[in-house]
């Protein structure tokens, strides 16, 4: 085989100009026919075209000779004046004869001749059949004025100085360049810009201008003022500005003629120079010009890619990328194919965006436009999704397009990219960071659930904010709450950190607890050097490594603190004479809690899924002592880690009735068998022995398996969590996956509604009046709203609607735009409200990301926009693991040994513990949790006239009645007679009420100018009052009448509750000295029960024969 190849003669060369004339004589000695196929006939002619012409790199070449000809004959045209004597005289001889040496004169020859036959063999090639198109040409005139005269002086020698305009010729080298720039944009395949095509034609057009008129003037004056080149070209600077000194002017009448000629040509040619410069200039604006290549080969870079840009996006983008510090010297590109938006332009012109932010119109599809944008020399690409179309899919099938178009443009070019379907996500498996929407959107609404504000929890995590939102406002829980929003979550290597070095060989509890005792920082998760898995609180029997990259929430980063010596010694000497032993617990509370320790490490009961229990001491210990918390041990006593048995579920305690009732509803614990769409991680949780007919998922028709019509005729233990929604779509299955995961407990696990459509009577039949939450999914066919923030608007209505109805109703929403979040649960005369609008736009001015945190339902976790995670797929650039523990976090992904989220709620059997930092060692020492933060509710404090209110409420009837005859209060008392019974009154009778209302409105205003103005305001609240509680009253015999029509109990129905009067608020990582509250809900991150079994991963095959020996059917959610 190698002999074969080594026989086989090498290829003919590339055509050369000797090898057109002269053909290939290669193979004249060969016996073999060599066979050539030709797109046109193989002529001379042919051939000579092919080179000349058709050729890129060739015809470039031609062209570059031909302008060099036409530049040396401008040369030599000023060498031949330079060196010519002064004429003297002022006869006209002197125009039309000069004198040129002989080796000048040869050289002028030689170039004239090259010229002409170039010229003569171009015009034969392109000759299509009509000659006089060839000869007008004015290049071809030129070219004939310019050199023919040099040509006939070789036969007629007395011609030799005769004048010619050779200057003429740089008209010839503009034309060239010209086209020479068109055929290097095609040999080199890279198009320069029109705008710089442009430019060079007007500059050359200048000078070309500047020359002629230069050298006409200086010819034309020899019989007149003999001005040299330099003197013409004073005169032509000072004319062309329109300054006129008038040292400098021309004498004969030709001079003065042909300076007229020269301006007429400039005023022609010139504004249509200008005009097309000024319109490219326009167009460059629309589409933004390129990137310059230099600045990419020396500056950092990265492109956004979206489909359409409006400024919320554009503003979260920079804030969030360039709160970075190492980020600041990047330069950020979009690629967007539609025009530039106004508000995007004018944010753009901001001299703090306008250095470092470029817009490019054009494709992320075409390759010219991932050129200018020099995609292959950028740090990374973020290809972002239109979250604001109605069809979601044709979205992500753009979306993936791109991704593929820079993938094949750009391999090593790392991908950032947004998807919004969970189906979708596989087509971009290659990037290298992605984000589906769906997923975390049904992961939070699911989590908020069960562990309340996730979503808040989340947003802040994932948000760069510097802890000073609120710091200003007067009230302590807006200056708490905002600076524990700072807190983010950074990484560093154990052996390289001040916070966590000293805990080399000790476990991941001990190491946690002590960073947040002595630093304030959470340590929440780690990674080991050769493992790409993040472990969140892999539990006590994990030793720390000095490679190990720890996770912690502070809320800076280890290399901006700034550490105090002075102060940690002090506390070290302290620490010395005050702590005892290994385990650095003092030596009095040692002393006085011996038995609290034996009872803690002596407790092998396994623990509860549902939590660990923060109970008191027995009874006989708290009468000796006070009750105190065992350590944290530096390594984990394996004797006091007994393997618990995961698959019996130990928080039931049923009766066997109960067992008898529930045997249809039994469940396993395995992995789900089947999988909704293509790149779901597989979830152990809570599964059905055997799969549900789909009749029966129908909870408002009856089938022949049940006859039930409503969710109160099932009879569910536990309360109900409704799901509207528009489409049963995948995402609903990262919904499902984390309210049946197997940590749960089976008592807890609450049934689930979806509403497809939400009609008052469906309301009402899947069990509204007694449902746990309530979440409410953002329309999607809401989204092609011609107004941008209008996309929200069937979504804030029907919420409203329903706050209206069910006050007492859980409702947590998701909505398109975070602005619209101010409209939740909204009351137009609400003071607090409109003050916390004025603090939102005084943080606004501050500069602050998270503007809209002090909003009452999001802080409650209440609402949250998908759109505030964007800023995740923004931070994965620097922080490369922020999607990973986001995913762990909300369940999305379960790694062994990696712990999850879940949350313990404070009662007052566990207000012994007082302090956030003694809860922390009590939640390590006993179950190995790690608490990450407080979700916390108290008292609204109102303002003035809100309270006046509220304390006026319970003292109308009283106010009234000092106003009142006796025959009103007569009246007004048989009405208060009847209202007792107004759940079995008509609806008709409320009017009546209202109108009485209004008439005590008014007795009250006419008796107003004899009391002060804190009486006249109080009346006026109560007015408002009445009105108010009129309405619900309405509202309220509205739903009863409905419920009664439907053939449902009214009973739990509670017209009157309502939460105005609270609020809630998250403090991520806390400072340990916070004291504990009532009904404080912490969170956790407990470690993965699966790691205390004998086996760490299990299979789906041994768990589901574990729990199912007997049973060979699938089991199903």
């Known amino acids: 085989m190698v002999d074969l190849e080594s026989e086989v003669p090498p290829l003919p060369p590339r055509y050369r100009f000797r090898d057109l004339l002269l053909g290939d004589q290669g193979w004249q000695h060969d016996d073999r026919v060599q066979v050539e196929f030709y797109m046109n006939e193989n002529t001379f002619k042919e051939r000579l075209k092919l080179f000349f012409i058709k050729n890129q790199r060739s015809s470039l070449r031609i ?4 302008f060099s000809l036409k530049v040396l004959s401008c040369l030599l045209y000023i060498i031949r004046v330079l060196l010519e004597k002064p004429s003297q005289g002022d006869e006209w001889s002197h125009i039309f004869w000069v004198n040129r040496s002989l080796p000048l004169w040869g050289l ?5 001749l090259i010229s002409l036959f170039e010229t003569i063999l171009l015009g034969y090639l392109s000759y299509k059949g009509n000659i006089w198109e060839q000869i007008l040409r004015i290049p071809f005139i030129l070219e004939i004025i310019n050199a023919v005269p040099f040509v006939i002086s070789i036969f007629w020698p007395s011609l030799r100085n005769l004048f010619v305009p050779v200057f003429l010729n740089c008209w010839l080298a503009k034309h060239a360049l010209e086209n020479m720039i068109n055929d290097l944009h095609r040999a080199i395949q890279r198009t320069q810009s029109a705008m710089f095509n442009q430019v060079l034609i007007l500059i050359s057009t200048l000078l070309c201008l500047i020359f002629t008129c230069i050298c006409g003037i200086q010819h034309l004056e020899r019989i007149g003022k ?54 490219l200039w326009m167009e460059r604006q629309k589409s933004g010009g390129n990137y310059s290549r230099h600045r990419a080969q020396t500056e950092k870079h990265v492109v956004l890619c979206v489909s359409s840009l409006k400024i919320d996006l554009l503003m979260d983008f920079l804030n969030e990328f360039y709160a970075h510090p190492r980020l600041q010297d990047y330069y950020v590109v979009i690629l967007c194919p539609t025009e530039m938006d106004v508000q995007v332009r004018r944010v753009l012109q901001i001299p703090m965006w306008s250095q470092r932010v470029i817009y490019l119109q054009g494709s992320a599809l075409k390759d010219q436009d991932l050129l200018r944008a020099k995609m292959d020399d950028a740090e990374a690409c973020f290809i972002l999704s239109s979250r604001c179309e109605v069809d979601r899919t044709s979205s992500d099938h753009q979306t993936i397009l791109r991704a593929w178009a820079v993938k094949d443009f750009a391999p090593n070019c790392p991908l950032y990219v947004q998807i919004l379907k969970p189906e979708n996500k596989f087509h971009i498996k290659f990037a290298d960071h992605v984000v589906c929407e769906e997923e975390f959107k049904y992961a939070m609404l699911a989590l908020n659930c069960i562990c309340p504000a ?12 510097r802890g000073q939102e609120g710091q200003q406002s007067p009230e302590q829980w807006q200056k708490t709450y905002g600076r524990c929003s700072g807190n983010e979550v950074y990484h560093i290597t154990l052996e390289e950190s001040t916070f966590f070095a000293e805990y080399e060989g000790k476990s991941f509890t001990y190491a946690s607890f002590h960073a947040h005792k002595k630093f304030g920082v959470c340590l929440i998760g780690v990674r080991r050097e050769d493992n790409k898995n993040i472990l969140l609180n892999p539990g006590p029997r994990y030793i720390m490594n000095a490679t190990d990259i720890c996770f912690y929430i502070n809320i800076t980063k280890e290399e901006n603190s700034a550490f105090k010596h002075q102060d940690q010694q002090n506390r070290s000497n302290a620490s010395r004479s005050f702590y005892h032993g290994p385990s650095r617990l003092p030596v009095h509370s040692i002393i006085a809690s011996m038995g609290t320790v034996a009872i803690d490490l002596q407790d092998t009961s396994c623990r509860s899924a549902s939590g660990p229990t923060l109970a008191l001491p027995t009874e006989g210990l708290k009468e000796v002592r006070r009750p105190s918390i065992a350590p944290v041990l530096e390594v984990a006593d394996t004797t006091s880690i007994q393997t618990c048995d995961l698959l019996s579920d130990q928080s039931e305690d049923e009766t066997a009735s109960e067992e008898k009732m529930s045997s249809n509803l039994e469940y396993a614990k395995g992995y789900p068998p089947y999988s909704p769409y293509i790149g779901s991680s597989p979830t152990f949780c809570h599964l059905l022995h055997e799969k549900v007919p789909f009749c029966c998922l129908r909870l408002d028709k009856s089938c ?41 407990p089976k008592k807890e696990l609450n049934p689930i509604v979806l509403l497809l459509d939400n009609p008052l009577d469906d309301l009402l039949r899947c069990g509204v009046t007694f449902a ?40 947590i929403t998701e909505l398109t735009h975070p602005a619209n979040m101010r409209f939740m649960q909204f009351r137009a005369k609400d ?19 998270l503007a809209f945190m002090f909003r009452l339902p999001f802080a409650a976790g209440r609402v949250f926009s998908i759109s505030m995670l964007d ?15 986001t995913r762990l976090l909300l369940g999305l992904d379960t790694t062994p040994g990696s712990g999850f989220l879940c949350s313990i709620k404070i009662t007052e059997d566990d207000l012994w513990i007082r302090t956030y930092a003694r809860l922390y060692q009590k939640l390590c020492s006993s179950s190995g949790d790690v608490p990450i933060g407080i979700y916390r509710t108290e008292s609204q404090k109102l303002a003035t006239s809100e309270s006046r209110e509220m304390a006026s409420q319970s003292q109308i009837s009283i106010s009234v009645e000092e106003w009142e005859d006796t025959k009103d209060y007569k009246e007004q008392g048989h009405h208060r007679g009847n209202h007792h019974n107004s759940t079995s009154s008509d609806q008709s009778d409320h009017p009546l009420l209202r109108r009485k209302s209004m008439q005590w409105a008014r007795r009250l205003s006419r008796k107003g100018p004899k009391h002060s103005g804190k009486t006249a305001e109080k009346i006026t609240q109560q007015r408002l009052n009445l009105y108010r509680r009129s309405e619900r009253q309405e509202l309220a015999e509205l739903v009863k009448n409905r419920m009664k029509h439907l053939g449902l109990s009214t009973v739990g129905y509670d017209e009157m509750n309502d939460h105005q009067s609270i609020l809630s608020y998250i403090l991520i990582n806390p400072s340990p000295d916070t004291r504990l509250e009532l009904n404080d809900v912490v969170y956790l991150i407990r470690p993965d029960p699966l790691a205390y079994l004998p086996n760490s991963e299990p299979s789906q095959n041994s768990i589901c024969n574990a729990t199912c020996p007997d049973s060979r059917e699938e089991t199903q959610l």
């Open 454 to 465: 996730t979503s808040t929890l989340i947003t802040l995590l994932v948000h760069t904010s």
């Open 772 to 811: 746990a939450n309530m979440v409410v999914v953002d329309k999607e066919s809401t989204m092609s709203a011609e107004e941008d923030y209008m996309a929200d608007a069937k979504t804030i209505v029907n919420v409203q609607t329903l706050f209206r109805l069910f006050s007492s109703l859980s409702i």
């Open 704 to 744: 022949q398996h049940n006859y039930y019509e409503d969710a109160k005729a099932y009879g569910f233990k536990n309360k109900l969590i409704i799901v509207a929604a528009e489409t049963a779509g995948n995402g609903l299955y990262n919904f499902i996956v984390p309210l049946r995961a197997y940590y749960r």
């Open 108 to 112: 002028q020859v030689l170039v004239a």
């Open 871 to 885: 800023t995740l797929l923004y931070q994965s650039f620097v922080k490369d693991y922020m999607i990973s523990i």
């Open 226 to 279: 003999k001005l040299n080149l330099f003197d013409s070209l004073y005169f032509c600077i000072v004319t062309f500005s329109t300054v006129g000194f008038g040292d400098v002017t021309p004498e004969t009448w030709s001079s003065k003629l042909f300076v007229v000629a020269m301006i007429c040509v400039a005023l022609v040619v010139l504004p249509i120079q200008f005009e097309q410069l000024a319109y």
């Open 63 to 66: 062209r570059l000779f031909n």
């Open 831 to 849: 003071c607090y409200s409109l003050a916390l609008s004025k603090l939102e736009k005084k943080e606004r001015e501050r500069g602050s990301n």
